[in-house]
């Protein structure tokens, strides 16, 4: 069975705190690790959470503050360290290339051959992610900033019921679905579209630090799973729009236009406690009602399940 999950690692913003570390995000989705933002700590936060550096195939970072990516130099590291063979792809601002060098080279190691870049820039990119395509949109921050979606192919869902009907099962069943079409037991020709029905592909999207734009909402457009800065409660707005972040209203705004299915808040600013997390679910949850469970407040280790497009809705756990 494929496992699709995202594993918190870092739910802060600019300053780490006694509960939250510094960002990052690894959405774990058939055997590929998107590991998203590593900030400070990332390589700990790994070890807490029972993933390790085998797990990564892909470092995307959306802009070159420190929150965002000062765990870059001790992942590849890591990744030298435990002689990792697969290739790690790394996505990133083309317009950060200088601090890109400066962290994937930011002290003596033994180095690694395996890492391979794939810079980031214009309006859309679009990069082959395996199962996936990896899809990065500009935001609206005080320095370049990128947003990232999964997307994976449509598909179509073979219905038992019409298999029976026309005499398909057992291994005839793979080679319909190869071959698009095989000949039943009547000697008649059955056609995969006759004995199946569309199934949308799965997608997830990963919004950092950015002030309401377009971009956000082409990113958000009907996922699965949206992981989305809330940095600031609605009473901070004019702060959030300064510095170019969200509130929780607005991201529960974004989940609700945009059609997303399960809502992950973070980005928290140390200037909020424990006891102002309800606040967040609640000013999210005006905008999004969605079924209990839809609007996740992101903590440090938690996991996350990418819902499935077809059965019940699984929670998150730590």
């Given amino acids: 069975m494929s496992l699709r999950e995202l594993v918190v690692l870092g739910t802060s913003s600019a300053v780490p705190t006694r509960n939250r570390n510094h960002n990052g995000y690894l959405l774990l989705w058939d055997g590929q690790g998107f590991l998203f933002d590593p900030g400070e700590g990332t390589q700990r936060q790994m070890v807490h959470a029972g993933v390790g550096s085998h797990d990564v195939t892909w470092i995307c970072v959306t802009h070159f503050h420190g929150d965002h990516c000062l765990g870059v130099p001790g992942i590849v590291q890591r990744i030298a360290r435990d002689g990792v063979t ?9 317009s950060g290339e200088t601090y890109w060098r400066r962290l994937r080279h930011a002290t003596v190691f033994a180095d690694t051959s395996v890492i391979v870049e794939r810079p980031v820039s214009g ?41 029976r009907e026309r005499g398909v099962h057992g291994p005839r069943v793979g080679e319909l679905q190869r071959a698009g079409a095989v000949t039943g037991p009547d000697g008649t020709v059955v056609r995969l579209e006759e004995v199946s029905e569309p199934r949308p592909g799965q997608s997830a999207a990963f919004i950092m630090d950015t002030r ?33 972040h969200l509130t929780a209203a607005q991201a529960g705004r974004v989940a609700a236009e945009s059609g997303a299915r399960r809502l992950v808040l973070t980005h928290i600013s140390e200037r909020y406690d424990a006891r102002d997390e309800p606040r967040f ?6 905008a999004f009602g969605g079924d209990d469970g839809d609007i996740v407040l992101a903590r440090d280790l938690l996991r996350v399940p990418v819902p499935r497009r077809n059965g019940h809705l699984q929670r998150a756990t730590t």
């Fill in 86 to 94: 697969h290739t790690v792809q790394a996505a990133y601002p083309a």
């Fill in 123 to 163: 309006e859309l990119t679009r990069l082959d992610a395996g199962p996936v395509t990896l899809t990065a949109r500009p935001l609206s921050h005080p320095v370049e900033s990128y947003g990232y979606r999964l997307d994976e192919p449509d598909g179509r869902r073979m219905v038992p019921e019409r298999l």
């Fill in 212 to 244: 309401l734009c377009d971009g956000v909402f082409a990113l958000a457009e009907g996922v699965d799973l949206l992981v989305i800065e809330s940095t600031f409660l609605s009473g901070e707005s004019t702060l959030a729009s300064r510095y170019g």
């Fill in 281 to 286: 679910l609640a000013e999210a949850g005006e």
